[in-house]
Nanobody
Framework: QLQLQESGGGLVQAGDSLTLSCAASGRTSGISTMAWFRQAPGKERDFVALINWRISGTYFADSVKGRFSISKNNAKNTVSLQMNKLKPEDTAVYYC???????????WGQGTQVTVSS
């Protein structure tokens, strides 16, 4: 089993920056990719960014490209999402997910709220 715990959400103003962190514990040796998703009220959970656990390749949703960055610390089993130039439309609950090589994100954290005021 793998456990994920997000932290770092909060209330910020448009244009501000915020960093989210996700700590993984348990079966971390099986991680293939880790990703951030977000879910706004009344909407589906959407992909934000991912990072390959071994080769550090990254991929971003078009909506955040150029504003967000993702990084990892394999020694600490953490992944971070640096969010810059935040917009009100970035408001959502942000979830950390892990893929253990199945192609599916089967492990999730409890989510952390990010609210961007205009």
């Amino acid at each position: 089993q793998l456990q994920l715990q997000e932290s770092g959400g909060g209330l910020v103003q448009a244009g501000d920056s915020l960093t989210l962190s996700c700590a993984a514990s348990g079966r971390t040796s099986g991680i293939s990719t880790m990703a951030w998703f977000r879910q706004a009220p009344g909407k589906e959970r959407d992909f934000v960014a991912l990072i390959n656990w071994r080769i550090s390749g990254t991929y971003f949703a078009d909506s955040v490209k150029g504003r967000f960055s993702i990084s990892k610390n394999n020694a600490k089993n953490t992944v971070s999402l640096q969010m810059n130039k935040l917009k009100p439309e970035d408001t959502a609950v942000y979830y950390c997910g892990a893929n253990l090589g199945t192609g599916q994100y089967n492990y999730w954290g409890q989510g952390t709220q990010v609210t961007v005021s205009s």
